[in-house]
């Protein structure tokens, strides 16, 4: 579904005897929120004027003094919710300020839309493409908590390999999956196939575009479910309705989905590996006949990538778990290099096609605890910073990166190794950013203060469970 219009979009409702209009923004860490209104409120008129709501009450976004802002439905996101009782129409939606009728600047939708007109403006480009593979975790049940005195969590899945001593109301049925071992296994290994197959169905009565499903590495029940490409605003969307139709059909199954990228110990997290390509006059730019296949037009894109990559990870790696992930020997790519086909490396190079449509590059560090909007635009502009000044990436690392020696990786760059680290190489790296009026000042800024204040310090202050096995006896 993809309407061009308010005035399909009332159409549509009619027929589909719809009561509510839900419409979602995204907040600064990248949730979807909602307000609902009944389907008499929604006038053709509503397309341009928008809803009010309380901008102070949104993570990262305006001060109490500044707060009435509108939210202007984009007709082109419409889609029936799966999950409400009653008929209900979602639409995404796009934030401006009531007085200027400007688009808001901390808006992270707008930022994405301000990547994709400068990649246009700077001609070298007038489309780019995205292709995220954001790894979840369905589990059976998570508890966790913490407090002045306390600190834990206790998650658990019928299919984790700890569980093949537990008593399951005398009814343990063994084939538990063991650590690591959890790529390709069918049934009954592979307990969530039909769950994932259910979450696929609902995704493309929405109009997303379904690759593939399937189990992944980790013990108790990672998965993996592919959309097809899509220009980068409209795949930031997707990923967002991805993230609530597997939420919901967890829930509906009364299990719990995240997306937290490091839940397990012992075991590999969840990353969101990006494929990325540029487009103009519908042809793809990014295959030639350097390495891999590859244009120097693409060279020059993942040289960008590397280059401000440690800064990138503060967009792409936002949280202080990401970094709990991206450690070596749990395929999560930990040095900057690139290389074909090669997994250890951050940008790969997919072989799997030889057609000049299938080139792209895949970054292999982001994690789909990211606001996709910004994580995309951030990707987008470090690529086109490559393409400007002809970055050259270096030579290509054909090795299993995490098996050289300390001689052999030594002067090969890393990502970050916190979130606090990241942060800092964002303050001292985001010029490329600012280019074209992406990304603003304002809000790099405000992103660096609500990470410090609400992630890094938070986790800085607390005494972690396992403190008290190794230090309590000091």
């Given at each position: 579904m993809s309407f061009k219009s308010g005035k399909e979009v009332i159409d549509f409702a009619k027929k589909n005897n719809v009561v509510m209009v839900d419409?979602?923004?995204?907040?600064?860490?990248?949730l979807w929120q909602h307000c609902s209104h009944p389907i008499s409120q929604l006038e053709e008129s509503t397309f341009q004027d928008g809803y009010g709501f309380d901008g102070s009450s949104i993570r990262g976004w305006k001060v109490i003094n500044e707060s009435d802002m509108l939210m202007i439905p984009d007709p082109q996101t419409a889609f029936i919710d799966p999950f409400m009782a009653q008929p209900t129409l979602v639409m995404i939606c796009d934030v401006v300020d009531p007085l200027s009728r400007q688009p808001y600047i901390r808006d992270p939708r707008h930022v994405?839309?301000?990547?994709?007109?400068?990649?246009?403006q700077s001609g070298i480009a007038d489309t780019a493409y995205f292709g995220p593979e954001a790894e979840f975790f369905v589990f059976d049940s998570a508890r966790f908590g913490s407090g002045a005195n306390h600190g834990y969590y206790e998650i658990d899945s019928s299919e984790a390999a700890w569980n093949t001593d537990s008593d399951e109301n005398g009814r343990n049925l063994a084939y538990k999956i063991r650590h690591k071992e959890g790529y390709f296994p069918v049934p009954p290994h592979d307990t969530q196939q039909d769950i994932r197959t259910e979450m696929c169905l609902e995704m493309e009565r929405m109009g997303i575009v379904i690759e593939t499903h399937h189990h992944e590495v980790a013990t108790a029940g990672q998965a993996e479910i592919d959309m097809k490409f899509d220009t980068l605003v409209a795949m930031a969307d997707s990923v967002l309705k991805y993230k609530y139709v597997v939420k919901n059909v967890a829930r509906r199954h009364g299990m719990t989905a995240t997306f937290m990228p490091k839940p397990l110990f012992m075991d590999n997290g969840s990353g969101m590996h990006t494929h990325q390509s540029l487009w103009k006059d519908g042809k793809p730019l990014f295959a030639g006949d350097k390495y891999g296949g590859l244009s120097e037009m693409a060279l020059h894109y993942i040289g960008g990538i590397l280059k401000h990559s440690r800064a990138l990870a503060?967009?792409?790696?936002?949280?202080t778990n990401s970094y709990k992930r991206l450690v070596p020997h749990y395929e999560a790519p930990v040095n900057l290099a690139y290389s074909s086909r090669n997994r250890s490396a951050s940008c790969r190079i997919p072989t799997y096609s030889q057609s000049p449509k299938a080139k792209r590059v895949e970054v292999r560090y982001p994690d789909p605890a990211c606001n996709p909007y910004l994580a995309f635009g951030a990707m987008l502009m470090a690529g086109i910073d490559g393409v400007i000044n002809k970055i050259h990436p270096g030579d290509p690392l054909d090795k299993n990166i995490y098996a050289l020696s300390a001689e052999e990786a030594k002067g090969i760059p890393t990502m970050p190794g916190s979130l606090d680290e990241a942060v800092r190489e964002l303050e001292n790296d985001?010029?490329?950013?600012?280019?074209?009026?992406?990304?603003?000042?304002?809000?790099?800024?405000?992103?660096?203060?609500?990470?410090?204040?609400?992630d890094i310090d938070p986790m800085r202050l607390r005494p972690h469970p396992h403190e008290f096995e190794l230090y309590y006896d000091v």
């Open positions: 419409c979602r923004i995204t907040d600064s860490p990248g994405a839309k301000r990547a994709e007109l400068y990649l246009k503060a967009f792409t790696n936002p949280t985001h010029e490329f950013l600012l280019q074209g009026g992406v990304f603003s000042q304002d809000l790099i800024q405000s992103w660096i203060d609500y990470k410090r204040e609400n």
